[in-house]
């Protein structure tokens, strides 16, 4: 792993991935230290904290090599960036949800919807198999207040438990996706630091494995 830059997301994947990368022997590194520093150099290596969406930015343009990112994130980039391992922690799910009375809680779909969403294009894909006339309505924070206010039909959104949903009266009708934390690495690195890439991914592919099977023992 020596000479590598990797980008680690901010936010709730940020501890998540800092458990993996020491239950895969590549570094002890403790989350709190990224609130002094935003760029750990260990062991050889750098590690750079930036907003879970920048991270595909970072690898794609080569200011580092390799990242840990969720999922869902990539559902909404562009940037050319190679899956390498699922890490398997961080899941949620990308569920659309709408109000109690809704015709959609009945398993009735309108020929009109308005959604409110993070995830744009995610939701263009969900919704491109069926024939709706979808207005999509991107929002940058709490969509679940969108229907209550109606600004919006449902939502589409992320949710690892289901409780803010249901805390704000809406009831899942369908699920778009399953999101896990991911490696991901640029095609450069890939070329011209195969050994110490493919090293990492295969550290850490085991110890998401072994943590896996630990958790179904």
Same mark, same amino acid.
Not at 182 to 188: E, S, V
């Given at each position: 792993m020596s000479g590598l830059r990797i980008a680690l997301p901010g936010g709730t994947l940020l501890e998540g991935a800092c458990e993996l990368l020491d239950s895969a022997g590549v570094i002890r590194l403790d989350p709190s230290r990224?609130?002094?520093? &935003?760029?750990?150099?260990?062991? #050889?290596?750098?590690?750079?904290k930036v907003r879970p969406t920048d991270v595909p930015v970072y !690898? /794609?343009?080569? @200011?580092?090599?390799?990242? %840990?990112?969720g999922k869902d994130v990539l559902w909404e980039s562009s940037r050319a960036c190679y /899956?390498?391992?699922?890490?398997?922690?961080?899941?949620? $799910?990308? !569920? =659309?949800? @709408?109000?109690?009375?809704?015709p959609l809680v009945q398993g009735v779909w309108p020929a009109s919807l308005r959604v409110a969403t993070k995830y744009p294009e995610s939701?263009?894909?969900?919704?491109?198999?069926?024939? =709706? *006339? !979808?207005?999509? %309505?991107? =929002?940058?924070?709490? !969509?679940?207040? @969108?229907? +209550?206010?109606?600004?919006?039909?449902?939502? &589409?959104? %992320?949710?690892?438990?289901?409780r803010t949903l249901a805390a704000n009266g809406l009831?899942?009708?369908a699920e778009? #996706?399953?999101?896990?934390? $991911? &490696? %991901?690495? *640029? =095609?450069?690195?890939?070329?011209?630091? *195969?050994?110490?890439v493919g090293g990492l991914a295969a550290s850490l592919r $085991?110890?998401? +494995?072994?943590? $896996?099977?630990?958790g179904a023992a």
């Open positions: 990224f609130d002094r520093e &935003l760029s750990v150099t260990e062991g #050889g290596a750098v590690y750079v !690898v /794609e343009m080569g @200011a580092c090599e390799c990242g %840990i990112v /899956e390498l391992a699922d890490l398997r922690f961080g899941v949620c $799910r990308l !569920v =659309l949800a @709408a109000p109690r009375g809704s939701a263009r894909r969900f919704f491109a198999a069926r024939s =709706l *006339n !979808v207005v999509l %309505i991107r =929002l940058h924070g709490s !969509v679940e207040l @969108a229907p +209550a206010t109606g600004l919006a039909d449902c939502v &589409l959104d %992320i949710t690892a438990t289901g009831i899942e009708v778009a #996706g399953v999101s896990t934390a $991911r &490696l %991901i690495a *640029n =095609l450069a690195a890939l070329k011209t630091r *195969n050994e110490a $085991r110890a998401a +494995a072994s943590r $896996r099977a630990e």
